[in-house]
DNA sequence: CTGAAAGCGCTTACAG
DNA sequence: CTGAAAGCGCTTACAG
């Protein structure tokens, strides 16, 4: 059957602790006998059992991530950069869909939690922190990615949200452009709210028109966006301000489709997901804001490593910053001219 | 400390094996004896530890599934469609990605058979069989995804290569094509061997031209593609295939900067990833193949688990068919009319 | 330099 | 209807 540390010790004529003692480095054991329990080893076909050894020493090597949407290529290509940064520390990574399901993002924690994983990384669908708080085992080691809450209890990797909304706006004043539109993505979620109050300070300080009814609520995940821009254009915006990369490639489309050119007609600026060759094409037309996603998924994988290791460390904020690619200055798209 | 489940009965004042058989339904509790156990749980905030009982009973409630590349979308749409058929059983899933090393597909292998997951879903790099076999070990749950070997020795859920790549050509030919090109994926991959093999029987057929160098090869992963297409061009083709979607937009993308028109200057075939924006705007110019990746991903997972379930079943293989959605008959994208 | 043995937190025959 | 106890396969003080 099953080929255990007994076996190996036995065949070995040494006793388990040896056996383990080798395998894993940890005392000093003679090379004679090292060479014995290798040779016993190979004869058995021995592989120590992961389930046994993390049972034991409380160590799962494994990471949860928590996410709102894995095909979102957003999402997909930070789980691949944590992915990366967890194997090569050799730690495996258990994924969890939310579809910005609070009640199943719950329900994701409450498992992972329960000694499924050492640590956690959570894109939060949530808006109740206090929710979010109770469903976290005391001192359980969590990072929070690209969303954050108010209460600052954990620690977070998250992009700078204000700076680019904010100086895209005052680009499109500069540029002219009387009347902006926004369309945001879910209201509860803090990126949308650092990127809507951007919107309305810029379009405060240039003295825009500040109207309510220009900001617009879509869903980060569903075909919502049209109506919005049905909307917006109805109340004669001459430019649009989209706050995320899904909605922005279907806005791309809907423009097109209505006969509507970008640059000409209406100017758009737009998150944009990294690497994503949807934007290649468009990234002469309109203004571009590009996440660095790789860098927040190794950054969330340093991160919660660090805090498994050390779970009492003081909270770590890390902010990192997106490159604002205005359309008409030299095209530095991947670094290629267009 | 951690509250366990000896605590729990402590309090409750019954045994480990009444707490255990009450928590799981495993045999009858009265009533009575049921409310102080779930009282005790309450009171000192109990949740078992999955841990444990995995080790206990063998069965870890996990799966694995080694992807080539998280971040192209149709592995990250598959990915979903499995996390979400897993999630819906009660079962966990790991990711682990190769990037197209068998290297580390190998070690991923070993990793995750030793113990940490109850089955895995492969979709392999591996072009040696053998290598590939002589890391599973003896009776583990396989389901090969995607690609497969020639030796059938593992069950597989795969899509319809041949079909679409032939009906394509013969319809190119149908509209005049005189010299058809073809990008293929990695030489390695039994999708790609038989896309190209598709192509060869087809051109052979319509009495094309059969030449070796109209068969380009492209890295399915880096923009390896720009040359193949140089080739090609200089070779005068007037109708390319390409075999994989992240090809596919960096073929739309070069073109387009070169300043060939889709459909007027040149004729595009393409395996397309289904449900990408991207292909939204050129579905009218150019002929795509839709893999059915949602069905895929679901199947995928009702594989594994039936085979967990019963490892001894009889290998089985399960081939979806791809849509062939030609450019100029009416437009049926998504179900909406362009 | 190495071994005997406890114990991690569960589940599950076995027994009554 | 429920309990006492073995045991899953490791690791790790403790002891010599």
Redesign the pocket.
């Known amino acids: 059957m ?1 080929v ?3 076996d190996v010790a036995r065949l070995a ?9 080798t ?2 480095n ?5 090379d ?2 090292k060479e014995r329990v290798y040779q016993a080893i190979r004869e058995l076909g ?4 992961a389930s ?2 993390s ?3 409380g160590k799962k090597q494994t990471v949860g991530f928590i996410v709102p949407d894995i095909s979102n290529k957003f999402f997909g290509t930070m789980i691949e950069a944590v992915e990366n940064y967890l194997s090569e520390h050799g730690y495996h990574l258990i994924i969890a869909n939310t579809k910005e399901d609070a009640d199943r993002e719950e329900t994701s924690l409450r498992l992972l939690t329960a000694g499924l994983v050492d640590g956690i990384l959570v894109a939060s669908t949530m808006e109740d922190f206090n929710r979010f708080d109770a469903t976290i085992p005391a001192g359980f080691p969590v990072v929070l990615v690209d969303r954050t809450f108010e209460a600052k209890k954990y620690s977070s990797v998250c992009v700078s949200n204000f700076q680019p909304i904010y100086r895209s706006v005052c680009r499109l004043s500069g540029k002219g452009a009387q009347r902006i539109g926004i369309v945001g993505g879910l209201p509860r979620l803090s990126s949308t709210k650092e990127r809507i109050s951007a919107y309305q300070e810029a379009v405060e300080d240039c003295g825009l028109p500040q109207e309510e009814s220009l900001v617009l609520y879509g869903d980060s995940m569903e075909n919502s966006v049209q109506s919005c821009l049905d909307d917006l254009l109805a109340q004669k915006c001459d430019a649009i301000v989209v706050c995320q990369g899904l909605m922005a490639s279907e806005t791309i489309i809907y423009l097109h489709q209505k006969g509507l050119q970008l640059a000409r007609d209406i100017d758009l600026v737009s998150f944009v997901d990294y690497d994503s060759n949807f934007y290649e094409l468009y990234s002469s037309q309109m203004d571009c804001i590009v996440q660095p996603v790789e860098e927040l998924g190794r950054a969330a994988g340093e991160q919660i490593l660090s805090r498994i290791e050390n779970p009492d460390a003081p909270i770590f904020e890390k902010v990192l910053t997106s490159a604002y690619r205005p359309y008409d200055s030299p095209n530095t798209w991947n670094g290629k001219k267009a």
Request: aromatic letters at 10%; zero cysteines.
């Open positions: 099953k255990t540390i007994s004529g040494v006793s388990t602790a040896t056996v383990s003692h395998i894993n940890t005392r000093y054991v003679s004679e006998t021995y592989t120590p059992d046994a050894r049972f034991r020493t």
